[in-house]
């Protein structure tokens, strides 16, 4: 115990999360005996012989035929098996080939990082620990990971008589073996409990199936533009979206790398899922698609950037979910000669490595800053289309006034009126009048004006306002007639009653919205 003691003191031996070295002190420092011996079915059995003869007790490694004291046949093996955690504390190196002196053995111990549950630190990590030093003198490993406890929704445990386990079986045959771990992996911080939900497994499952398919739409695309993958650092980026996702990716990889490094394998991969879902599929492939209807060589540029993009997360994602990752990753290098890629493998090829300099340069501060500000624009836009109930197909019109941000605004006004489906936009440094009959929004420090005119059908929106003040005054007419009436008020439940002029009230608002509306659209 002492040395496992002063492993951990003299820093051979860290503890992630720290609290828990609480425990692994208090434990060793209280050590007891041990009984090792169990009455159970399975398990190593205790090398003693008992001698029927003489009474003493033979220990042998090979069975012995006879007693070692007295020579008597008449010998019986102890029925006992040793304690599970007996075997279990040998495990880093007799996995290894121990006590043969293997080359296995040299060359993987000691390990690097043990991954277990905080429930299990006295009976098996520091066990191991001891045990490593007693027989090899090192311990086996210089970092244990202690993970949370799987919980189920409500933060119980699972268990048998309860009937609240999950079997990830069943989870695995249903959604998907990368569904499952990603959740396991991104909704644990080290050492917490996880309450697993089955619409967070749900949700990953979604992911993998978008990764996939626009993995498909990009490697089906760019095929027969660019075969291969460049390296990430030769990418060049013509345009302002280009810039963006190479600066994005460039730091998502910085990030992720600094959080694996930490052992943070949650908030990594969150940033991994929120840069594939959001930045890679429904910002950077939308722009990509107009960007390969343009020249040959923007064409071949973008397809050389979709495709380095999507190899880089790639790597990435590969611990999250590795089945899948693996699959779109034999498809992405399907025409590359096999002595030029990087590994035969992606569960083998290498981690995208950040060359110092040379790389922070990739990072695009300004770039991330201006497409930001299309971003915000465009998803206003949607949001007060799909408000307004304007169907999709329709293009509508557009006045920006951009004050110092209009020069930037007028070179991807077409990026802007494809993505928010828009007519060409009339872009101002600022409006001398605002526009009648818009409506007015604020982006960035950008004012976006919407002419209704160009959302909306106009005489038939106006139809259905009147409908329905038509409808709102009724109801208020019944219910000022039923607020009149003294035998109502007298005789209903004051409960009734009171419900009753709540109703008047939300009616009479409802009435003034509706006009006020009315006269902003009939001008
Ligand atoms: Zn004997």
Redesign the pocket.
């Known amino acids: 115990a002492t040395g496992a003691l002063g492993a951990l003191k003299y820093g051979q031996l860290q503890i992630i999360p720290e609290r828990f070295t609480k425990i692994y002190n208090e434990w060793l420092e209280g050590i007891r005996d041990w009984n090792i011996s169990r009455q159970l079915w399975w398990g190593h059995r205790i090398p003693a012989w008992y001698?029927?003869?003489?009474?003493?007790i033979?220990v042998a490694r090979e069975d012995p035929p006879v007693?070692?004291?007295?020579?008597?046949g008449?010998?019986h093996q102890d029925p006992d098996v040793l304690d599970t955690w007996f075997s279990s504390w040998l495990w880093p190196f007799s996995t290894l080939g121990w006590p043969d002196d293997t080359h296995d053995l040299r060359r993987y111990y000691p390990t690097s990082v043990l991954e277990t549950g905080y429930d299990i630190i006295f009976f098996w990590v520091a066990r191991m620990v001891m045990a490593g030093i007693h027989f090899l003198g090192i311990v086996p490993f210089h970092t244990i990971y202690l993970h949370g406890l799987v919980r189920d929704e409500q933060g119980r445990r699972m268990s048998k008589s309860f009937g609240n386990g999950i079997d990830p079986i069943d989870v695995i045959e249903q959604y998907g073996t990368d569904a499952l771990r990603f959740t396991l992996m991104t909704s644990s911080t080290p050492g917490n409990n996880t309450n697993l939900s089955m619409n967070r497994i749900v949700g990953n499952r979604n992911f993998a199936n978008k990764l996939w398919n626009a993995s498909r739409f990009v490697i089906g695309q760019t095929e027969d533009i660019a075969a291969g993958v460049p390296p990430f650092d030769s990418l060049k980026a013509h345009t302002l979206a280009d810039r963006w996702i190479i600066s994005r990716a460039e730091r998502l990889t910085s990030s992720v790398s600094r959080l694996m490094d930490e052992y943070q394998f949650g908030e990594a991969g969150r940033q991994i899922f929120e840069f594939i879902w959001s930045e890679y599929c429904d910002w950077y492939i939308e722009v990509a698609k107009m960007q390969l209807q343009q020249s040959t060589k923007d064409r071949e540029n973008t397809a050389q950037i979709l495709r380095a993009v999507l190899d880089r997360t790639l790597r990435l994602l590969h611990p999250f979910m590795p089945f899948v990752t693996e699959e779109i990753w034999q498809h992405l290098y399907a025409d590359t000669p096999p002595d030029q890629r990087p590994a035969s493998a992606l569960i083998i090829a290498p981690w995208p490595e950040m060359a110092g300099e040379e790389q922070a340069t990739r990072i695009d501060a300004a770039a991330e800053e201006q497409f930001g500000l299309l971003q915000e624009i465009i998803t206003r836009i949607r949001d007060a289309r799909k408000q307004a109930g304007v169907e999709p197909g329709r293009l509508i019109t557009v006045i920006l006034a951009g004050g110092a941000k209009s020069g930037l605004l007028k070179q991807q006004a077409t990026l802007l009126a494809q993505l928010a489906r828009t007519e060409a936009p009339r872009i101002e440094r600022r409006l001398a009048t605002k526009p009648e009959q818009a409506l007015a929004l604020v982006a960035g420090g950008v004012e976006v004006y919407l002419p209704l005119t160009g959302m909306l059908d106009i005489q038939k929106e106006l139809a259905r306002l009147d409908t329905e003040i038509e409808a709102v005054r009724t109801a208020i007419q019944r219910s000022k007639s039923m607020l009149n009436n003294p035998m109502f008020v007298e005789r209903a439940r004051p409960t009734v009653v009171e419900k009753e002029r709540d109703t008047l009230a939300a009616s009479l608002d409802t009435l003034a919205k509706l006009t006020s509306r009315r006269t902003e659209l009939a001008g």
């Open positions: 001698c029927d003869t003489c009474g003493q033979t007693c070692a004291h007295c020579g008597s008449r010998i």
